[in-house]
């Protein structure tokens, strides 16, 4: 079982719904965010171009966060997700460092913190609250090893990317353009 | 290391990379509340009951669950996956309805305004009965030494139907909200002059099966309209080609085949030249026409010069792109839609640019089919037993001579400021103002005439959630509780098929905050006027209509949203040509207007040259993001993480000519020396043209209670002093007005 995700620049609006159903769902606290959204803009007027994406944690593969962890709380569970066991997290930051993505912040309680794919829910078979919640249906969610499931089946059907491909990360993250 | 906490991280390949939005803070007071409770993991669903409610953040009304944990606090929103206006998603305003319910700067106690002996004046905090007590007094000495008509109430929301009722009951025709003097007045009196009916709230545009989707500064994605997003995601999933008008490249202007960066307040003519083009090109739908319209002779002769070439000259679209895009519309049609925009008072002439819209859908045989304009259905629930109102002897149309205004299908807002404002030919002013969840300071433009409005008021009453702006005006504030704390009425809306949804309090009300239904029939007593709030509770007004259309309270708790079969099967209902009388004079859709001819206007939509900046001054273009609602949610926690400021967009040109840099913060004066009351953070893009500006609306708000939103950004209804007067329908017009950048703090010039 290999988690992915993938979003669809084509079609997300930047409305940061996504940042808001993680809040809610996961309370992360005011002021902090586990997803995010990017507007990158190229051209010049009138010849323009906007990609929109809604970024997270890219739950690498060979995951920098995970070989750098001096506690061994950051960890690798079934179906790839990459987690943060919070009482075994001494906050130190380096995981911090080496990630490409940007994708971790140091809680207040004192440990660090970043998006789960929400395996409280994935583990009863639901959807992240991002993926669920988002207007444009511009999230798609799923296991890579089954041909069925959605997020295997846009990758098929669509060109896709992935974020700094040049780190050898792996990331299970995918960008739909 | 990168900057981390950014929620929205906006670079550009042409200015180089830009961060804007939320920088690393440290944890404040919420946070560590939140912390000292030990909640910091998700709790499972199985673990939260939900109550049913539908959203009060915006008009959309999408119906969801509120979900409460086994300490009653409220831990989130989901949308109900039976409801068509958001089909179980909840857009961010939606899902951060929360942070209304939490926020610390909600309105906790009624309060009173008060003199000091130096002339200082304050809030002082009082009692439900003091505050009612005083309302009502207010009202009694009003209604017996001036008649019931010199009250008028602004009101915006469902709970708004609760002091609509007091009103009319206490005798008063004066009911207004900013959504159509403001707003979208202009498209409804357009398109019911053209077919006999207006296009209505969610709109009857069927985005979801259209194969060509037109906008014209509309500006959806940003504008967050629900279920308007989200058709338009399917749309684009199908296929869809999109061709956007804005001065702007927005957001929706990214996903289209088609933009075209018109020069602004131009529309009419690139809408005229596309009606030429499918016209002599004979692209329009022939049998529709034949069948179905008035004028089209009229027509054809008025466009005959109006070639693409001729609007080249005026919107500075290349020719080629308006045939182009004409002929996309023409062989999509009748699966296509021009849509007619939400937000439409913008040059003055906007009635006329709503007509312009309403012919080009007719002559592509939009209006009745399948992927153009659809027949909405809604349940219609029976009205509580209540008396008869009173017959009102005046209003405020009295205001302006006689004749003026015939085809104002609703109050204007603007109109009750004129009849507030004293002159010699009306007999009685307006002398009383209650206003419920609308901030008019922000609502509506010009506010040197709002206020000398409410300077001639004996009393302001003002019912809100939180202390907007206008709430510092208030002889009297009365807190109502937010949509998660209380039962408002049913909502019923148009749609493809006819839906109820029900909103139920998920908790107590927080401090001493009362519900909308409660505040009105307490007044209602002490006026003596209890015979119309003929109940104890407002479940049992619910129970009663409800088990009028088949259902029940109780029913409705359970599963929030029940949808109806439709009374006729007719949602396209001139798919197939079939034989239909219009409500209009001719009984056809009128691409000559008779009724705007008998009432003296052109009877055919004409372009009119707009008033141009002049040197140094650029034009104040605003919209929305998708993040906020008005000025409503600036102060929302979870929302301001998304968006704490607004900035003002400038061409990159523009900017070096300023040598203004991107993040810098600067003022805007306006045409008539208004100053910006905040500095507002410079945004050098190549998404604006260079000869606009363009600002979210809804920021930069006075109120210091507002602690986070207060002295944040730049308010554009600050900015908007000159009104565009729509003579039609009385909209009015806010893009005609003119900015220039100021880089030093200025001196207090004017000061409104």
Request: net charge negative; glycine share 8%.
């Amino acid at each position: 079982m290999r988690y992915a995700m993938a979003v669809d620049t084509k079609k997300c609006v930047g409305c940061g719904d996504c940042v808001v159903a993680c809040q809610t769902e996961n309370n992360v606290p005011h002021g902090y965010c586990r997803d995010w959204i990017v507007e990158n803009v190229t051209g010049t007027y009138p010849k323009l171009e906007i990609e929109l994406r809604s970024e997270r944690c890219n739950h690498c593969e060979n995951a920098p966060c995970v070989r750098c962890c001096p506690t061994g709380a950051s960890h690798i569970v079934e179906g790839g997700i990459v987690l943060v066991t919070h009482d075994e997290c001494i906050g130190c930051g380096a995981c911090i460092e080496s990630c490409p993505y940007d994708a971790r912040y140091p809680h207040p309680e004192g440990y660090v913190d970043k998006c789960t794919f929400c395996v409280h829910r994935v583990k009863d078979g639901e959807n992240p609250a991002c993926v669920d919640v988002c207007p444009t249906s511009c999230l798609h969610f799923g296991d890579l090893d089954d041909p069925n499931s959605d997020v295997s089946k846009v990758l098929k059907n669509r060109k896709w990317k992935v974020l700094a491909p040049e780190a050898g990360t792996n990331p299970q993250l995918y960008f739909l353009t | 290391m990168k900057t981390r906490r950014d929620f929205i991280k906006i670079t550009s390949a042409g200015v180089g990379a830009a961060a804007l939005g939320f920088h690393a803070l440290s944890w404040d007071s919420a946070a560590a509340q939140f912390i000292a409770n030990g909640d910091t993991s998700p709790v499972s669903d199985e673990e939260l009951t939900n109550y049913p409610t539908f959203c009060e953040v915006c008009f959309w009304k999408c119906a969801g669950f509120t979900y409460v944990d086994k300490k009653g606090n409220i831990r989130k929103i989901i949308g109900n996956k039976d409801d068509p206006h958001s089909n179980g998603r909840f857009c961010p305003r939606g899902t951060g309805g929360v942070g209304m319910y939490y926020d610390e700067d909600r309105l906790q106690t009624p309060l009173i305004r008060e003199t000091k002996a130096d002339g200082t004046q304050y809030f002082r905090k009082a009692s439900w009965d003091e505050a009612l007590n005083l309302v009502a007094e207010k009202m009694n000495k009003l209604r017996l030494e001036h008649g019931p008509e010199c009250l008028a109430l602004f009101s915006h929301g469902t709970g708004g139907k609760h002091f609509g009722h007091l009103v009319k009951a206490f005798g008063s025709p004066n009911i207004t909200a900013p959504s159509f003097a403001q707003c979208r007045g202009p498209r409804e009196v357009a398109f019911t002059a053209t077919y006999g009916e207006d296009v209505m709230s969610p709109e009857r545009t069927d985005i979801r099966d259209t194969k060509c989707l037109v906008l014209i500064g509309s500006h959806i994605g940003e504008n967050m309209h629900n279920g308007q997003v989200q058709e338009m995601s399917e749309a684009i999933d199908h296929g869809a080609t999109i061709i956007t008008v804005d001065p702007r490249f927005s957001t929706a202007a990214s996903k289209s085949k088609y933009w075209l960066p018109i020069k602004p307040a131009t529309d009419i003519a690139l809408l005229l030249a596309w009606a030429h083009v499918l016209i002599y090109e004979e692209l329009y739908d022939k049998a529709y026409v034949e069948k179905y319209t008035f004028g089209f002779k009229e027509l054809k002769e008025h466009v005959k010069t109006m070639t693409p070439e001729w609007a080249y000259g005026i919107t500075t679209i290349d020719p080629n792109v308006i045939r182009e895009t004409a002929r996309e519309m023409a062989a999509a049609s009748p699966t296509v839609l021009v849509h007619p925009g939400r937000h439409v008072t913008w040059y003055g002439d906007d009635t006329q640019r709503s007509r312009a819209i309403a012919i080009l859908n007719a002559l592509l045989g939009s209006w009745g089919r399948r992927g153009g304009f659809y027949n909405p259905e809604k349940v219609h629930l029976p009205k509580y037993p209540s008396p008869a109102y009173p017959k009102p002897k005046r209003s405020w149309k009295d205001a302006y001579p006689p004749g003026k205004y015939n085809l104002v299908s609703e109050v204007l807002s603007t109109g009750i400021c004129d009849a507030t404002i004293p002159n010699a030919d009306l007999d009685c002013h307006l002398r009383g103002w209650i206003v419920y969840g609308t901030n008019l300071m922000a609502s509506l433009p010009d506010q040197k005439k709002t206020l000398e409005a409410i300077s001639h008021l004996d009393f302001l009453v003002v019912i809100d959630t939180m202390p907007m702006d206008i709430v510092r005006l208030a002889d009297v504030v009365l807190p109502e509780c937010t949509y998660l704390e209380r039962y408002d009425p049913i909502r019923t809306s148009p749609h493809r098929e006819p839906y109820i949804a029900l909103r139920m309090p998920a908790a107590e009300p927080k401090h001493e905050t009362k519900p909308g239904w409660w505040i009105a029939k307490e007044l209602a007593t002490r006026l003596g006027l209890g015979d119309y709030f003929n109940y104890n509770t407002y479940e049992e007004v619910i129970d009663w209509q409800l088990k009028k259309v088949g259902s029940s309270l109780e029913e409705m708790k359970r599963i929030g949203v029940k949808k109806f079969n439709r009374e006729f099967n007719d949602l396209y209902f001139l798919q197939d040509l079939d034989d239909f009388e219009f409500n209009t004079n001719t009984g056809k859709i009128e691409l000559y207007s008779t009724e705007l001819e008998i009432e003296g206007y052109d009877p055919l939509p004409k372009y009119t040259h707009h008033e141009e900046p002049g040197e140094g001054f650029y034009r104040l273009n605003y919209g929305r993001a998708p993040m906020h609602t008005f000025s409503r949610t600036s102060n929302n926690h979870n929302l301001w993480d998304l968006m704490k400021e607004n900035s003002v967009w400038i061409n990159p040109k523009i900017a070096k000519l300023w040598d203004i840099e991107n993040g810098q913060y600067i003022w805007l004066k306006n045409q008539d020396g208004i100053v910006t009351d905040f500095p507002v953070k410079a945004r050098v893009t190549e998404r604006i043209r260079w000869d606009s500006v363009y600002l979210v609306h809804g920021f930069g708000h006075t109120n210091k209670k507002l602690r986070r939103a207060y002295g944040h950004g730049a308010s554009d209804s600050n900015l908007v002093s000159k009104v565009h007067m729509d003579p039609i329908m009385g909209g009015t017009g806010m893009r005609g007005n003119f900015v220039t950048f100021l880089k030093e703090k200025p001196e207090k010039e004017v000061k409104v």
